[in-house]
């Protein structure tokens, strides 16, 4: 399976004068990687906008600016539409001959506009406070905004609050979430404004329209654009919220709620019935039907997502996908409102299907390749952006069933002379008998047998998939002359939801069986793997299973690198924020409720079988699993005078995202596994 889409990037980069060596891929070359955001796409069908972000090095972040690309014009090339170097430039959304973008020019957040055809930019909005994001009316005359604001906020406006000069520092609390994902509460929700948007601006602070509801909309920490949309006519935000409750990290029950866009009367929930999450809300363009995804089971983030419409004038709800065993990842319309575009997982494949709106029948558009963003042109065809294994996001057009258009080669200059590595697909039985899946990835070019890299993925409910990755890149592992082997065991996604299904209250069952048939069949298909010596990583649910490998399988690799893993099961129980996740893999009750379904998988518990050399790796920022997990996890290594060594990043959370802190990531996790696996470097 050598991924889809680098042929033709290589083609693409042909034209560019190509160096006399070609070398491997690096993560220096990764980090300066330009990244294409979600596009936008006049109704026309003649421009496509989007964001794109360069790195900063020496500021260490990213910078982003607008592009444009004419759809009319065969072999037209990129160019940027908006060139102010002083500012970020994000989020565009075309309506009409305009197009919308966030913008910190001079130091504050603001919403501007310019037109699609070039010219002057000009600033529409003058709240302060800062925003989350926004969305403008197809019908152009309104915009909404999401800001964290005051539960029960009026208006933008920010609260103004006399400060007793003799208080204390400390924050006080009476309910969870104390802290969510990298960010201690702070008192205030993420709601949505609704400001007027006449041909001079947005001037004001708009209008509140989630009434007395209290919840993040769009929700915390990941939700985004996708979980608010607007009528045609610009009368009614849905929009998708989690009522906080008594104990919010319980609840997985997010609601889809309709609101007047002019805050007359309070918002109307609309999946009420549903005690399961129900997402991303998407109008069709007539108007006429709502589209949704919707879980069944409650306290369950990984549930099968069902395709759901809803008909806006009878109420009639139907489920399009309930007898489809796929997870709906995305959502879009088509122009005629007769069918929709979504993304869906697939045997490490991640495709966009077309599924008929009456019917729910389900059509496949691509093969190989992740489908990262879909944009439905009027004006013909679905532009959408795929990346794999081998190569970043790209633009590419579809069309009727022939193979997508290629529109961009972003990064094609920047990847010249780079040779790629060579990924090759297998299965094998594995736990209950079931088909697993997995893949190698070979350095190109080599000769002989290279030592391993065996990539654990976390979740656990996720996929090594045909995807492109700046935290976790296996074409770097393989540039840095590794054989990476990656298995998706039970528990991954893209198989069925009974496969997602059978690793609760089994985290060091299967998966570990899965795990270990899957290398020994790696081994033995591939000969220029050396089995003999090979290092296991992992983050997060793969950070955990590097502990666990350490005390059930403690004899079969050179070295392990463990990053923001789970040590203590009964530790993570009580530290960890979205108490929904936890207690659901461990059989759906508390840790005092029933300890003996955490500690039956619990790592602390084998350390004294410990003695593999391990490299330790936590961010400061990680409250998810909470850095004193891999403190733990050192000091028992250190204990017991095991090689080890730990690596804590003090402004990083559960990845991480700085492009000088991902380069001192690889050095020290590839200088870990050479220095015992004997890799000179």
């Known amino acids: 399976m050598k991924a889809l889409l680098a042929a033709s990037l290589l083609a693409s980069a042909a034209i560019v004068a190509a160096p006399a060596v070609a070398r491997p891929l690096t993560i220096d070359d990764v980090t300066m990687l330009s990244r294409v955001g979600a596009p936008t796409v006049s109704k026309d069908g003649r421009w496509l906008v989007w964001a794109q972000r360069e790195t900063d090095l020496a500021g260490n972040k990213g910078r982003f600016a607008l592009w444009r690309l004419d759809l009319s014009r065969r072999g037209a090339q990129p160019a940027k539409l908006s060139a102010d170097s002083s500012a970020n430039e994000n989020d565009p959304q075309i309506v009409g001959d305009t197009v919308y973008f966030s913008s910190d020019k001079g130091g504050e957040d603001a919403i501007w506009a310019m037109p699609v055809a070039g010219g002057t930019p000009r600033r529409i909005t003058d709240f302060k406070g800062g925003f989350n994001g926004f969305k403008v009316a197809p019908s152009g005359d309104r915009l909404v905004v999401w800001a964290d604001r005051k539960p029960g906020a009026p208006s933008l406006e920010p609260a103004s609050e006399k400060k007793d000069p003799n208080a204390g520092e400390g924050r006080v609390y009476d309910r969870l979430f104390v802290r969510h994902w990298d960010t201690w509460a702070d008192g205030t929700r993420s709601q949505l404004f609704v400001l007027p948007l006449p041909a001079s601006g947005a001037p004001g602070n708009g209008t509140a329209i989630v009434g007395a509801l209290v919840g993040d909309t769009p929700s ?12 045609p006519d610009g009368r ?47 109008v069709s363009p007539d108007g006429r039907t709502l589209a949704w995804f919707a879980m069944l089971r409650p306290g369950y983030e990984a549930d099968r997502q069902v395709l759901m419409v809803r008909d806006l004038a009878s109420g009639k709800v139907s489920a399009l996908t309930d007898k489809w065993d796929r997870s709906i990842g995305s959502i879009a319309w088509a122009p005629d409102s007769r069918s929709l575009y979504v993304t869906a997982e697939d045997t ?33 065809g679905v532009i959408v952006a795929i990346n794999s294994l081998t190569a970043p996001d790209d633009f590419y057009r579809i069309t009727g069933k022939g193979a997508p258009e290629r529109l961009t080669s972003v990064n094609a200059a920047k990847l010249v002379g780079v040779d790629m590595p060579d990924v090759s ?257």
């Not at 490490?348 to 042109?377: F, I, K, M, Y």
């Open 236 to 282: 009614i935000v849905y929009f998708a919220m989690r009522e906080a409750g008594r104990i919010e990290p319980l609840s997985t029950n997010l609601d889809i709620f309709a609101a007047p866009a002019d805050g007359s009367s309070a918002p109307v929930n609309l999946t009420a019935d549903n005690k399961a999450t129900d997402n991303q809300p998407t």
């Open 348 to 380: 490490q494949e991640n495709p966009l299907w077309r599924v008929d709106a009456h019917s729910g029948q389900v059509t496949r558009l691509t093969q190989q390749g992740n489908v990262s963003s879909v944009t439905v042109s009027a004006g013909g």
């Open 220 to 231: 915390k920490p990941m939700g985004g654009g996708e979980e608010i949309a607007w009528a």
């Open 425 to 681: 697909r297998f299965n094998f039985k594995g736990a209950n008998g079931d088909t697993v899946w997995g893949y190698a990835v070979k350095p190109y070019g080599s000769t002989g047998k290279v030592p391993i890299a065996y990539m654990v993925h976390g979740g656990p409910q996720g996929s090594s998939n045909n995807s492109w990755s700046y935290r976790w890149n296996p074409a770097v592992f393989a540039g840095a002359g590794y054989g990476l082997v990656a298995v998706d065991f039970h528990g991954s996604t893209g198989y069925g939801q009974a496969f997602t299904d059978a690793i609760r209250n089994n985290w060091g069952g299967w998966p570990l069986e899965d795990l270990q048939k899957g290398l020994a069949a790696a081994t033995a298909k591939y000969g220029w793997l050396d089995a003999d010596n090979a290092c296991a990583l992992g983050a997060s649910y793969g950070g955990y299973m590097m502990n666990w490998f350490a005390g059930q399988w403690p004899d079969r690799f050179k070295c392990i690198v463990q990053h923001d893993g789970v040590f203590d099961a009964r530790a993570m129980a009580y530290e960890t924020e979205e108490l929904w996740f936890d207690e659901w893999e461990h059989g759906g009750k508390a840790y005092y409720e029933d300890p003996a379904a955490f500690e039956k998988w619990n790592p602390v518990n084998y350390v004294d079988k410990w003695k593999t050399p391990m490299l330790v790796i936590t961010g400061e920022k990680d409250f998810r699993i909470p850095y004193t997990q891999g403190l733990a996890a050192f000091t028992a290594l250190q204990r017991r005078d095991i090689p080890s060594r730990l690596l804590v990043n003090p402004n990083e959370n559960h990845w991480v995202l700085k492009p000088r802190n991902s380069r001192q990531w690889y050095r020290e996790v590839l200088g870990w596994m050479d220095k015992w696996t004997g890799k000179a470097r």
